[in-house]
Each structure stands twice: as C-alpha cells, then as structure tokens.
C-alpha cells in the first residue's frame, strides 16, 4: 500500500478543531499520514493529543521562532518525557519578522540550538522554519546532523538550493507550487532524493485554491503538479515522495 505524506502541517492549529474528526476520517480513506508540527509549549500537547485519535498523526513539537521568547524548560521537559512516542522536532528555527532587537535574535538562537541539540540526543529528524535566514540556518546547520532535517517552504535561490542538497537536507514544496514558476524551478534543479511536499496548513493559498486554509486533501494535488514538472507518472512520483518521506522520518 502507498501513502501520501503531508510533511509539515499543523492539524493541532485551533483553526482545524471544530473539523479533526473529518480531517483525520480524511486521511484515513485517502491515505495520508501527517507531520503535524506545533508551535509552542500548549500546541505541543494538543499535538500528542491528536495521536491517540490517529496514528496517522506523527507527531512534530517544539518551538516556533514567533514563540521563542516563550519559556524554554516547559518544552524541553516535554521532549525528554515523550521521546519515545515522538516522530520529530519541530517547527524549530530563525526569522527576523518577529525580532525587535539583539537579545531577540540571540533567544530565538539559543532555542533552536538547545532543540537542534535534543533531536540529536533522541536521533529524531527536525522541521525547520527559514524564512530570512537561511544563510544563517546553514551556518548553524554545519554543526548539527542534516540527514533528517527539513527545510520547509523552501523558499531560497539556486546557490541556497544547491548548498542545501550539498548539505544532505531534505526541502519541501507545497500548494504554491501549483502555480508559482520560481518555485517550479527550484523543484526542477532539487536532488529527486530529497524532495517532500507539504501544504503549511492552514496558511492560506490564492489563486485556484481560492484563499482557503491549507487542507491536507491539497497534498495529491501537489504531487501531481511535481510529477509534471519532473516528467513522471503520478504512481512514480507518489512512490519516490513516500520512499523520500520514510527516509526523512528515519523509518
């Protein structure tokens, strides 16, 4: 049996509560299993609440760069205590938007370190948010293990792209690609090895998804489009994303 993977969503988003049980009855009839990534301390519980309504959950917690001024120890303690059920770290990383000043970029810093440091304590792959700092992420990256790191929504240039695959990451492409050349072009020149896809829900998409939330039903559609792109059926592209995926999950 093949599966679908949704790389990086956010089900334990409050935005999906009131429709969980025909998300999760969703996945279950159309085959797709989730990495569902939380942003802080209390999204990181209602995420491990989620997988004991569906083993298609796999889990992701950790800390958001918009919540790294959040209480680190809550999260960390988490992590320690629940290793063993948890399929990842993340989402984890840099972004300038929401840094005010330099003791802001020196926290957001210091939790995606402490929590790049726990998922290779637990050998656990990480989701990893770049947005306006990439060249950074890479730096810091050359200190950690790469093989199960995720560069989601990657949204850097062809040197980036190509310094990344050098790196061993993983990256990802979601619902956007459907109809954003750059990013078709970058799916084009990424290693086929290395390739996810995801959709970010519930960010929002324009144009034929017609600005709504992002639902984890988009993700055939996404994979549809990278087939287009890569010149192969919808079956091989299918397989080559869960062969991709049980490899960035380590299983």
Request: proline share 3%; glycine share 4%; aromatic share 10%.
């Amino acid at each position: 049996m093949t599966w679908y993977f949704d790389s990086h969503i956010h089900l334990s988003d409050y935005t999906y509560s009131s429709d969980i049980k025909f998300i999760l009855k969703e996945m279950e009839i159309l085959k797709i299993k989730a990495c569902c990534v939380s942003m802080n301390y209390e999204n990181s519980l209602e995420t491990l609440n989620l997988t004991k309504k569906s083993k298609l959950v796999l889990p992701f917690i950790g800390i958001h760069p918009e919540c790294a001024n959040d209480k680190l120890e809550p999260i960390t303690d988490l992590i320690e205590e629940n290793n063993q059920s948890l399929s990842g770290i993340g989402e984890i990383g840099l972004d300038p938007t929401y840094v005010k000043n330099n003791e802001d970029t020196k926290r957001q810093i210091h939790v995606f370190e402490t929590l790049l440091s726990l998922a290779e304590k637990f050998n656990k792959p990480v989701s990893i948010h770049s947005r306006k700092s990439l060249d950074n992420i890479l730096q810091i990256m050359t200190s950690y293990n790469t093989k199960h790191a995720l560069l989601h929504w990657f949204d850097g240039s062809k040197k980036q792209l190509q310094k990344a695959m050098d790196m061993d990451f993983f990256v990802s492409y979601g619902p956007v690609m459907v109809y954003a050349n750059d990013k078709q072009t970058l799916l084009s020149k990424t290693d086929e090895s290395k390739i996810l896809v995801e959709t970010d829900g519930p960010v929002r998409f324009s144009r034929c998804f017609e600005m709504k939330s992002g639902q984890i039903s988009f993700i055939p559609s996404v994979i549809f489009c990278a087939s287009k792109i890569l010149g192969k059926s919808f079956d091989d592209m299918t397989l080559l994303l869960e062969k991709n995926s049980n490899s960035y999950l380590g299983i």
